[in-house]
């Protein structure tokens, strides 16, 4: 007997197996990984500061910021305030977001009249975003309600429901900027400041944004904002220094996703209008996903 006898069955098994993935047309070597495609920068996350429920973006899920602001005034309502503030957001559907902001703040002035401690204004809203409207170009709708839960006579609100009408767009510009810009209509019921009665009116709010994406992480954020006057005041029929004069400012900013789902965030903005604070300083950290 031939000594190969015994191990002719191991060495058709063996052929068998070796051969079995050519038969099959399989490659005899694995294909090479296809390179991991690269994240783009992500919109998503480069929210607006004054226009943050304006904007014509969604948040990928929930937004949930806490923020520290203060503001300081020589005109208009001369007040210094130190506010903590929560904003949240969530896309319950697909293209539609609801969200708002709330806080308390202290406030002080060098005549003694607005100095305390009270709550911030409630704000709320609800916007349909279109995304891709057009090529490369958002556009939003929505509502913008004002609960008046801010303390008037320290300075933190007005006493006056106000609801705002307002449209936006969004148009990215290669990998360079974001433009952004929105128009809202506000109807501002009666209120008061400090028990004097305010007459409220229609304004109008114009807004005009950029944001420039200088890596995956870091985006920077320019914005202006003008609002007309909400009140007049009855004593006189007109506009005066108690708050209800037009507010205009101007604020530049950064956004940096440094954490994954966390990002911090901070502004600077001045007023150029009695109705604005001379300027104003804002850092936050936001939790998204």
């Known amino acids: 007997m031939s000594v190969l006898s015994p191990l002719r069955p191991i060495l058709l098994l063996a052929a068998i197996v070796a051969g079995a993935p050519a038969a099959f047309g399989a490659d ?29 973006a969604l948040v990928k899920s929930q937004w949930w910021e806490g923020q520290l602001e203060y503001s300081d005034a020589s005109k208009g309502i001369p007040v210094n305030a130190w506010i903590m503030r929560g904003v949240v957001a969530f896309r319950p559907v697909k293209n539609f977001e609801v969200g708002g902001s709330f806080g308390f703040g202290d406030t002080s002035s060098s005549t003694n009249q607005f100095d305390g401690t009270g709550a911030t ?17 958002d556009f939003s709708a929505g509502l913008l309600i004002t609960i008046p839960t801010g303390d008037d006579t320290v300075g933190l609100g007005f006493n006056s429901f106000a609801s705002q ?14 433009l952004g810009g929105h128009v809202g209509l506000c109807l501002n019921g009666d209120g008061q400041f400090q028990t004097q009665p305010l007459n ?4 109008y709010e114009l ?5 420039f994406p ?19 005041n009855p004593n006189n ?30 502004a600077v903005a001045f ?19």
């Open 28 to 56: 005899a070597e694995p294909a090479p990984a296809k390179p991991a495609t690269p994240a783009a920068p992500s919109g998503i996350s480069d929210r607006l500061f004054l226009a943050f429920a304006q904007d014509a």
């Open 271 to 289: 007023g150029l209008t009695e109705g604005a604070p001379d300027f104003s300083v804002l850092m936050s950290y936001a939790y998204t996903f």
């Open 214 to 232: 200088l890596a995956n992480q870091v985006s920077l954020v320019a914005e202006a904002q003008m609002q007309t006057a909400r009140f007049d």
């Open 207 to 211: 807004g005009f944004s950029a944001l």
């Open 200 to 203: 409220g009116k229609a304004s």
């Open 165 to 178: 009408a307002f449209g936006a767009v969004r148009s990215r510009l290669s990998n360079v900027v974001v």
């Open 121 to 137: 204004d409630l704000e709320a809203y609800g916007k349909w975003v279109f995304p891709n409207a057009s090529p490369n170009t």
């Open 237 to 266: 029929g007109s506009n005066d220094a108690i708050g209800a004069e037009a507010a205009t400012q101007i604020l530049g900013g950064v956004n940096w996703r440094a954490f994954g789902r966390g990002m911090l965030r901070g």
